[in-house]
């Protein structure tokens, strides 16, 4: 009896209302690659139940254990697999685990480690997103057009990247690094160069190519002699494993020995594999692990909690928590405090600086993050070209390379003087007899000058909000007695009373997912309370709301005029072009395609637009500077101080907060009030309140 003769003998008439070919192939798969009840229920379930093959997971789970009892009918003849779950597959994957893949990878390239391939599950991760999302289009009938490998896309983008000879820690050098595209060298004959044990932040000009040198060094295209390598880019999938579980399994030592323990079925395997595990210090990789999950706000409860339950900004917490679990020698960071609450980025900071040992590489635009924890700064140049090595943190680099830069100008000013003299008395005598050769003198010696070439830096950015409206009254909002709860779900918010007045100046600091960017809904009029009322303190009243997800809303594939024309119909263009550019966007980016600007000219963007047709009296700010540089938030908060009306910000970015705003109000359990006291007596209450023993670092 074949596979197929087993599904059929099971499911009965049912069969047919799985009618997707390539889904029903995938089942027919992984009934001849399992071996237990289990593996098929974690591969299935979810399958079955959309299908209405089964109704509830105790269904699902009967269809299992039938499912192996036929398949032990089977003959023991060499079977052709009729799916495959392989990296460089490009075949259909459905409801798969990151758990069952490790497996099925392992099962398939007959690896003892099933990541040896890759520089991290993140690759892995990837595809199973990526195989999820073609087999939902596929079953909905939409056409799928395959993306092209990683190496193809590569090959057409022209992408360059190669180096010279390499030396491994404890000083690492890599010399001659070229690396862009052939029209935009990014680097050339650069010197990569830190030693173990330093945390290096690589600085430079917006889209000049630090992001790109990171992913250069984890895909291998330039080649370290460090040991095992992490990189923090992006969450972790939605995975049915367990949150502390999904640490182990993804640890480069023990990962595939804690997978076929979790797999094991018999006492004489599991205690077995338990013994393996102790002498590979699983013990102290758990304690190691429960640190990191503590630290960033994990319950007991939750680490217990499969991982397809949190929301997306606890998955991104629990790849930071995961790679420092791993305890690589390298670690390979890009933003990783963007979406991170006030604690934990403070926990971060303290673990990176007291109990992570290896060596890290990272960009970040949080300037507050950065001196907390930096020994060096690498400046990528992008006037020589090269990459620079500061010693110390970033506003130590400030510093230094304020005072190069002006000695660079000094001395290139003395050189144009002494040029200028000297051709002044060339242009003079130069076809005088008596002092010809003088003359000839000097135009040689003009041309022995070695000119100091400046370097470029991007002009300052600066914009501005539109001017105040008139107010009538000084209280612009009042909320008395608000609360809120989503539908039939549990309150979030409680008896909030706030009075916002037309010089209100003030952050709402709290953490994740407690009701900060809900309340700035609840002013801005998008949401009701549940109970009480915000009420509008003058009939003029009028407001710009940025939202967290704003430059996600942003057309793509149209200009900033024509974005902001499409919802202004019959709007002057003029009108138009003026008000963008009160945001600093140029005549030529106005008429770019909003895909292909940074992300602070979309900040910008976004800004012109909630401010159009505006002359607000009061800024509502939600996370406003994520995956803005560190140029384009000074610009934020250039433009912040000088608006004449009430902020109200929320925001992670401790510079942007202390600058701009003159309150803090927090949000806890459920209620909120003013903190009396400075943001680092604030930064000290948060530590001493933490549900984590910061002294434990």
Request: a negative charge.
């Amino acid at each position: 009896m074949n596979p197929r003769e087993a599904l059929n003998a099971v499911l009965g008439d049912k069969i047919e209302h799985i009618d997707d070919e390539a889904i029903l192939s995938y089942v027919i798969g992984v009934i001849e690659d399992s071996d237990t009840s289990q593996d098929l229920f974690d591969a299935l379930a979810e399958i079955f139940i959309d299908a209405d093959v089964a109704d509830t997971d105790d269904v699902a789970m009967k269809l299992c254990n039938k499912l192996i009892k036929y398949k032990s009918q089977i003959n023991n003849t060499e079977r052709k697999k009729l799916t495959s779950v392989s990296l460089n597959a490009k075949k259909l994957d459905y409801a798969i685990t990151g758990h069952n893949i490790i497996k099925d990878l392992q099962q398939e390239q007959e690896l003892d480690d099933p990541l040896k391939d890759f520089k991290s599950v993140n690759d892995l991760y990837f595809e199973l997103d990526y195989q999820r999302m073609v087999a939902k289009r596929q079953k909905r009938g939409e056409k799928v057009i395959l993306r092209k490998s990683k190496r193809e896309e590569d090959e057409d983008d022209g992408f360059i990247c190669y180096h010279g000879d390499v030396r491994g820690f404890p000083a690492l050098l890599v010399e001659d690094i070229t690396m862009g595209y052939p029209s935009n060298i990014l680097l050339e004959e650069a010197t990569l160069s830190f030693r173990e044990g330093e945390c290096t932040f690589l600085y430079g000009n917006n889209a000049k190519g630090k992001s790109t040198l990171l992913r250069a060094i984890y895909e291998g295209k330039i080649r370290l002699d460090v040991g095992t390598i992490a990189f923090i880019q992006q969450e972790i999938p939605p995975l049915h494993t367990s949150v502390i579980d999904t640490c182990l399994l993804l640890h480069p030592d023990i990962g595939s020995t804690y997978r076929r323990r979790l797999d094991a079925q018999f006492d004489e395997d599991i205690a077995d594999l338990n013994s393996r595990l102790a002498e590979m210090g699983v013990d102290q990789i758990r304690a190691r692990a429960h640190v990191c999950l503590s630290g960033f706000g994990f319950t007991a409860e939750m680490v217990t909690r499969p991982v397809k339950y949190l929301s997306g900004g606890l998955r991104m917490r629990l790849a930071i928590c995961a790679a420092l679990t791993a305890d690589p020698d390298l670690l390979l960071g890009d933003e990783v405090t963007n979406h991170l609450d006030i604690e934990s980025i403070l926990f971060l900071q303290a673990y990176l600086r007291h109990r992570f040992k290896g060596t890290m590489l990272m960009v970040s635009h949080d300037k507050e993050f950065i001196n907390a924890v930096a020994t060096q700064i690498v400046f990528l140049n992008h006037t020589t070209k090269s990459l620079v090595n500061y010693k110390g943190n970033f506003d130590a680099f400030l510093e230094i390379r304020g005072r190069q830069l002006e000695t660079q100008r000094r001395e290139r000013a003395k050189q144009d003087a002494r040029i200028a003299h000297m051709q002044t008395f060339v242009d003079r005598f130069r076809y005088k007899a008596k002092k010809a050769n003088m003359a000839q003198s000097r135009i040689k010696a003009i041309d022995k000058i070695s000119l100091i070439e400046l370097e470029t830096t991007d002009a300052s950015m600066t914009f501005n909000f539109p001017p105040v409206g008139r107010v009538q009254r000084d209280t612009l909002m009042k909320l008395e007695d608000v609360s809120f709860g989503y539908g039939d779900n549990p309150l979030i918010l409680e008896n909030i009373d706030l009075e916002i007045k037309r010089d209100s100046r003030f952050t709402i600091v709290a953490a994740n997912a407690i009701g900060k960017s809900t309340l700035l809904k609840i002013m801005a009029g998008l949401l009701k309370p549940t109970v009480g009322f915000c009420k509008v303190g003058t009939a003029n009243l009028s407001i710009a709301y940025f939202a967290q997800h704003h430059l996600e809303q942003l057309g793509a594939d149209y200009t900033p005029l024509e974005h902001i024309m499409n919802q202004f119909e019959g709007e002057d263009e003029q009108t138009v072009r003026r008000h963008l550019a009160m945001f600093g966007i140029t005549r030529e980016q106005s008429l770019q395609k909003i895909k292909t600007l940074s992300g602070g000219q979309k900040a910008r963007v976004s800004l012109a637009n909630i401010t159009f047709r505006k002359n607000p009296h009061l800024l509502l700010m939600d996370e406003l500077t994520n995956h803005l540089d560190i140029d384009t938030r000074a610009a934020v908060i250039s433009a912040l101080n000088n608006f004449q009306g009430a902020i109200i910000v929320v925001s992670h970015d401790r510079s942007l907060l202390q600058a701009t705003c003159d309150d803090i109000y927090t949000i806890e359990n459920k209620h909120m009030r003013r903190y009396e006291g400075t943001w680092e007596e604030y930064e000290d209450y948060v530590r001493h309140h933490s549900t984590f023993d910061f002294k434990n670092l």
